[in-house]
């Protein structure tokens, strides 16, 4: 039994033994003892605090029987709850209780942030990479040790819970999540929460890790964006540093500077941005914030524009690509009008 269950086990004994206390002088007293004189001879008996007592039981042995008993009753009572409470203290559970009250009050606040289903190799990949680019994340784990190993990454959000349940994703903030990672064991509980989590939010994207390529195209039936294979991809690595070993050392230190954290970006262009009908060149993008614009991908289409000409007007719906760190993202998208 853990200290949670216990303490309110000791609660309740005391309860109990408190209304048992009350009843039975009551009984004992009969007419004599109105509800309060029983009140307080259960209160003083129970705390051992040795007032004197509002009625003379020397002459009545059935009641002096019951306070010998009540009394054995109270001590047992006390011990217990005051072990109950140390133990409560002491295992830390207090304070987790309180750390998980603010925790569920952050992710509450949350908006346009990430939800992130497991926790095994490569979810702590995906975590790793968020905690890097400054990104607003959860991370939703069913065993409660799995979640032990996210400490040594940094300070996270974090929900103990199944994410196939509809009340844990509501929880995590599915409803305003800006996406949703999923990377459990399975690729049946990959799917089964890819039902769920699009139900619950039909425009949500999703990315899913597929184990077996023959579940791929159920997964993309059943909501997910894009299913990403860990075996394939890491066959694709292989090859790229038998070819071209100087592109993948480029690319491996740009993953793993965490002073700077260079990554390939996207910045979307809305609307009503300032940069619609504006030219690369006039953006200067390059000069206010040091980001290196690689592409243009077209509104409504999967062309894009490599190596853009910086006369080229930038319009609704296209997105910047581009080699940037999380700050400079962020200058980016005010320059956007994104934020």
């Known amino acids: 039994m853990?200290?949670?269950?216990?303490?309110?086990?000791?609660?309740?004994?005391?309860?109990?033994v408190f209304l048992i206390g009350v009843t039975g002088f009551k009984i004992i007293g009969g007419q004599e003892w109105g509800w309060l004189d029983s009140l307080y001879m259960t209160v003083i008996t129970l705390s051992t605090v040795g007032y004197g007592e509002t009625i003379d039981i020397s002459a009545n042995p059935a009641a002096r029987l019951f306070?010998?008993?009540?009394?054995?009753?109270?001590?047992?009572?006390?011990?217990?709850?005051?072990?109950?409470?140390t133990t409560f203290i002491v295992e830390g559970e207090l304070k987790d209780l309180l750390g998980r009250r603010r925790m569920e009050k952050k992710i509450?606040?949350?908006?346009?942030?990430?939800?992130?289903?497991?926790?095994?190799?490569?979810?702590l990949s995906i975590i790793q990479e968020l905690?890097?680019?400054?990104?607003?994340?959860?991370?939703?784990?069913?065993?409660?040790?799995?979640?032990?190993?996210?400490?040594?990454?940094?300070e996270m959000l974090f929900i103990h819970g199944d994410p196939a349940e509809d009340d844990v994703l509501v929880e995590a903030g599915i409803e305003r999540a800006k996406g949703v990672l999923l990377s459990l064991p399975s690729d049946e509980a990959n799917l089964f929460v890819t039902v769920t989590?699009?139900?619950?939010?039909?425009?949500?994207?999703?990315?899913?890790?597929?184990?077996?390529?023959?579940?791929?195209?159920?997964?993309?039936?059943?909501?997910?964006?894009?299913?990403?294979?860990?075996t394939h991809i890491g066959g694709m690595r292989m090859v790229s540093e038998m070819v071209r070993p100087a592109v993948v050392t480029f690319l491996d230190m740009m993953l793993r500077d965490r002073e700077k954290a260079l990554r390939f970006e996207e910045v979307p262009?809305?609307?009503?941005?300032?940069?619609?009908?504006?030219?690369?060149?006039?953006?200067?993008?390059?000069?206010?914030?040091?980001?290196?614009?690689?592409?243009?991908?077209?509104?409504?289409?999967?062309?894009?524009?490599?190596?853009?000409?910086?006369?080229?007007p930038l319009k609704s719906g296209e997105v910047l690509i581009l080699i940037a760190t999380p700050h400079m993202v962020k200058d980016i998208e005010r320059i956007a009008g994104l934020s």
């Open 2 to 16: 853990n200290g949670k269950k216990k303490l309110i086990l000791a609660l309740v004994v005391f309860f109990c």
């Open 67 to 85: 306070v010998v008993v009540f009394i054995i009753f109270c001590l047992g009572t006390i011990a217990f709850a005051v072990s109950s409470i």
């Open 108 to 123: 509450a606040r949350l908006k346009d942030h990430y939800i992130v289903c497991g926790t095994g190799e490569t979810a």
């Open 131 to 154: 905690l890097l680019t400054n990104r607003k994340f959860v991370v939703i784990e069913p065993e409660k040790e799995n979640l032990e190993r996210l400490s040594a990454l940094g």
């Open 197 to 230: 989590a699009r139900d619950l939010n039909p425009d949500i994207r999703i990315v899913t890790k597929g184990i077996d390529l023959k579940s791929h195209k159920k997964i993309l039936k059943a909501g997910s964006d894009s299913v990403i294979s860990p």
């Open 269 to 312: 262009i809305h609307p009503n941005s300032p940069l619609v009908d504006k030219t690369i060149k006039e953006t200067r993008v390059k000069e206010k914030t040091g980001a290196l614009v690689v592409a243009v991908k077209r509104a409504g289409s999967d062309d894009y524009d490599f190596n853009p000409d910086p006369d080229t």
